[in-house]
């Protein structure tokens, strides 16, 4: 298993019914330049909430990060993704303020 499915299965574990219930959005997370992304259906009441796609599904936000060790970095709370975004690392398309609830999901 590489770093980046690593990151989000510790996520979804990290996830609750609660916790997806708070956020209830969809997002997709584009990684490393991959083909392949990951959709987050935080609007289930039940898990698993984040599966690898290797489709562009609909999503209100959508997070691009070029490279995975960034990501990976991100994901486990040790790179600020308030910088991250700043400096280019994260990008994100659709609902800013949905990008804001996932830094309660990041490491």
């Known amino acids: 298993m590489s770093a980046v499915e690593t990151t989000f299965e510790e996520m979804n ?3 609750t019914a609660e916790a997806a219930e708070k956020i209830n959005a969809t997002y997709l997370f584009k ?10 259906d935080l609007t289930k009441s039940e ?15 959508v997070v691009t990060v070029d490279n ?6 991100l994901a ?3 790179m600020n993704a308030t910088m991250a975004f700043m400096q280019g690392k ?6 800013m303020g949905l990008a804001m609830k996932l830094q309660g999901l990041l490491g």
């Open 90 to 95: 994260v990008k994100i398309k659709g609902n």
């Open 76 to 78: 486990s709370g040790k």
């Open 68 to 73: 995975a060790d960034d990501w990976v970095q």
């Open 47 to 61: 898990g698993p909430w984040i599966e690898k796609t290797a489709e562009d599904k609909e999503a209100e936000c």
């Open 31 to 40: 990684v490393g330049g991959e083909s392949d992304g990951w959709f987050a």
């Open 13 to 15: 574990n990290r996830l």
